[in-house]
Nanobody, 123 residues
Framework: QVQLAESGGGLVQAGDSPRLSCAASGRTFGTYTMGWFRQAPGKERELIAGMSTSGDRTYYAYNVKGRFTVSRENAKNTLYLQMNSLKPEDTAVYYC????????????????WGQGTQVTVSS
Protein backbone atom coordinates (compact mmCIF):
# COMPACT_ATOMS: atom_id res chain seq x y z
CA GLN A 1 0.00 0.00 0.00
CA VAL A 2 1.05 3.62 -0.31
CA GLN A 3 2.75 5.62 2.38
CA LEU A 4 1.85 9.28 2.70
CA ALA A 5 3.86 12.32 3.79
CA GLU A 6 2.42 15.81 4.10
CA SER A 7 4.34 19.06 3.80
CA GLY A 8 3.63 22.77 3.52
CA GLY A 9 2.22 23.52 6.94
CA GLY A 10 3.39 26.14 9.39
CA LEU A 11 2.45 29.49 10.85
CA VAL A 12 0.57 31.74 8.44
CA GLN A 13 -1.41 34.98 8.60
CA ALA A 14 -5.15 35.24 8.17
CA GLY A 15 -5.90 35.76 4.50
CA ASP A 16 -2.81 33.86 3.31
CA SER A 17 -2.98 31.18 0.62
CA PRO A 18 -0.59 28.33 1.35
CA ARG A 19 -0.57 24.99 -0.44
CA LEU A 20 -0.18 21.63 1.24
CA SER A 21 1.37 18.70 -0.56
CA CYS A 22 1.09 14.99 0.08
CA ALA A 23 3.77 12.79 -1.43
CA ALA A 24 2.87 9.13 -1.86
CA SER A 25 5.28 6.25 -2.17
CA GLY A 26 4.79 3.36 -4.54
CA ARG A 27 3.70 3.03 -8.14
CA THR A 28 -0.04 2.64 -7.61
CA PHE A 29 -0.97 6.14 -6.42
CA GLY A 30 -3.41 6.55 -9.29
CA THR A 31 -5.54 3.67 -8.02
CA TYR A 32 -6.21 5.33 -4.66
CA THR A 33 -9.04 7.65 -3.79
CA MET A 34 -7.48 10.53 -1.86
CA GLY A 35 -8.60 13.04 0.69
CA TRP A 36 -7.62 15.76 3.13
CA PHE A 37 -8.74 15.76 6.74
CA ARG A 38 -8.08 18.14 9.57
CA GLN A 39 -8.34 17.98 13.32
CA ALA A 40 -8.48 21.00 15.55
CA PRO A 41 -7.80 20.78 19.30
CA GLY A 42 -10.73 19.23 21.10
CA LYS A 43 -12.58 18.43 17.90
CA GLU A 44 -13.11 15.33 15.81
CA ARG A 45 -11.12 14.73 12.68
CA GLU A 46 -13.16 15.96 9.72
CA LEU A 47 -13.02 15.22 6.01
CA ILE A 48 -12.61 18.55 4.27
CA ALA A 49 -11.82 17.49 0.69
CA GLY A 50 -11.88 14.27 -1.29
CA MET A 51 -10.96 13.36 -4.83
CA SER A 52 -11.57 10.35 -7.07
CA THR A 53 -8.73 8.36 -8.59
CA SER A 54 -8.80 10.24 -11.88
CA GLY A 55 -9.45 13.61 -10.27
CA ASP A 56 -12.73 14.20 -12.09
CA ARG A 57 -14.88 14.14 -8.97
CA THR A 58 -14.39 16.11 -5.79
CA TYR A 59 -16.04 16.65 -2.43
CA TYR A 60 -15.67 19.65 -0.14
CA ALA A 61 -16.94 20.24 3.36
CA TYR A 62 -19.26 23.21 3.64
CA ASN A 63 -16.80 25.19 5.75
CA VAL A 64 -14.02 25.13 3.13
CA LYS A 65 -15.97 25.02 -0.12
CA GLY A 66 -15.06 27.95 -2.30
CA ARG A 67 -11.80 28.60 -0.41
CA PHE A 68 -9.92 25.28 -0.66
CA THR A 69 -9.11 23.31 -3.81
CA VAL A 70 -7.92 19.71 -3.92
CA SER A 71 -5.93 18.43 -6.88
CA ARG A 72 -3.64 15.54 -7.77
CA GLU A 73 -0.84 14.75 -10.16
CA ASN A 74 -0.80 10.99 -10.57
CA ALA A 75 2.40 11.12 -12.61
CA LYS A 76 4.13 12.73 -9.62
CA ASN A 77 2.38 10.65 -6.93
CA THR A 78 1.26 13.87 -5.27
CA LEU A 79 -1.94 15.27 -3.81
CA TYR A 80 -2.37 18.98 -3.15
CA LEU A 81 -4.60 21.23 -1.10
CA GLN A 82 -4.64 24.87 -2.13
CA MET A 83 -5.98 26.90 0.77
CA ASN A 84 -7.13 30.47 0.14
CA SER A 85 -8.42 33.18 2.47
CA LEU A 86 -7.36 31.34 5.58
CA LYS A 87 -9.09 32.12 8.86
CA PRO A 88 -7.96 31.50 12.45
CA GLU A 89 -10.62 28.77 12.68
CA ASP A 90 -8.74 26.85 9.98
CA THR A 91 -6.00 26.16 12.53
CA ALA A 92 -5.61 22.39 12.79
CA VAL A 93 -3.41 19.43 12.01
CA TYR A 94 -4.01 18.55 8.38
CA TYR A 95 -3.82 14.94 7.25
CA CYS A 96 -3.59 13.34 3.86
CA UNK A 97 -5.50 10.06 3.56
CA UNK A 98 -6.17 7.33 1.04
CA UNK A 99 -8.47 4.42 0.35
CA UNK A 100 -8.27 1.76 -2.34
CA UNK A 101 -11.93 0.71 -2.33
CA UNK A 102 -13.85 3.51 -0.66
CA UNK A 103 -15.75 6.56 -1.80
CA UNK A 104 -14.04 9.95 -1.92
CA UNK A 105 -16.86 11.60 0.06
CA UNK A 106 -17.19 9.00 2.83
CA UNK A 107 -15.10 9.85 5.88
CA UNK A 108 -14.99 6.34 7.33
CA UNK A 109 -13.76 4.77 4.07
CA UNK A 110 -10.28 6.26 4.43
CA UNK A 111 -7.83 3.88 6.05
CA UNK A 112 -4.31 5.01 5.12
CA TRP A 113 -2.95 8.11 6.82
CA GLY A 114 -0.03 10.47 6.71
CA GLN A 115 1.58 11.80 9.87
CA GLY A 116 -0.09 15.20 9.58
CA THR A 117 1.17 18.74 9.27
CA GLN A 118 0.26 21.61 11.58
CA VAL A 119 -1.29 24.74 10.10
CA THR A 120 -1.65 27.66 12.49
CA VAL A 121 -3.45 30.77 11.30
CA SER A 122 -2.82 33.94 13.25
CA SER A 123 -5.23 36.86 13.14
Amino acid sequence: QVQLAESGGGLVQAGDSPRLSCAASGRTFGTYTMGWFRQAPGKERELIAGMSTSGDRTYYAYNVKGRFTVSRENAKNTLYLQMNSLKPEDTAVYYCAATIRGYYYVKDDYDIWGQGTQVTVSS
